[in-house]
């Protein structure tokens, strides 16, 4: 079974950081792009970052709203893509759910193909306040 289960999320101030973590299990995440969403109350999902597949060579992509501050990255020998969090912002509060489709190992998913994600994890809550 395909299973992704996201990590890591809680309580911060404005400022600091946090990491988040996606652990896939069921398949090898390095075969294929690892996107990461977010969603805060009332407001539409947005997809933040995508990472590709391992040895595909192109550098992650990021939204305009955290590019500069979120960086994704992979540690293959666990099976696990993070998300790393500078500088938060009480904006950044949201749901983030990690995902993929089984037809991408690139980046082509993001930003205009993200429907075609098949598979979600459950999210974990991020919670930016003073």
């Known amino acids: 079974q395909l299973q992704l289960v996201e990590s890591g999320g809680g309580l911060v101030q404005p400022g600091e950081s946090l990491t988040l973590s996606c652990t896939a299990s069921?398949?090898?995440?390095?075969?294929?792009?690892i996107l990461w969403f977010r969603q805060a109350p009332g407001k539409e999902r947005e997809g933040i970052s995508c990472?590709?597949?391992?040895?595909?060579?192109?550098?992650?992509k990021y939204a305009d709203s955290v590019k500069g501050r979120f960086t994704s990255s992979r540690d293959n020998t666990k099976n696990v893509v993070f998300l790393q969090m500078n500088s938060l912002k009480p904006e950044d509060t949201a749901t983030y759910y990690c995902?993929?489709?089984?037809?991408?190992?690139?980046?082509?998913?993001?930003?205009?193909?993200?429907?075609?994600?098949?598979?979600w994890g459950k999210g974990t809550l991020v919670t930016v306040a003073s």
């Open positions: 069921g398949f090898s995440a390095d075969s294929y792009a």
């Open positions: 990472i590709t597949g391992l040895g595909l060579g192109s550098r992650p």
């Open positions: 995902a993929f489709s089984t037809a991408y190992s690139t980046c082509a998913i993001y930003p205009n193909r993200t429907h075609e994600v098949n598979y």
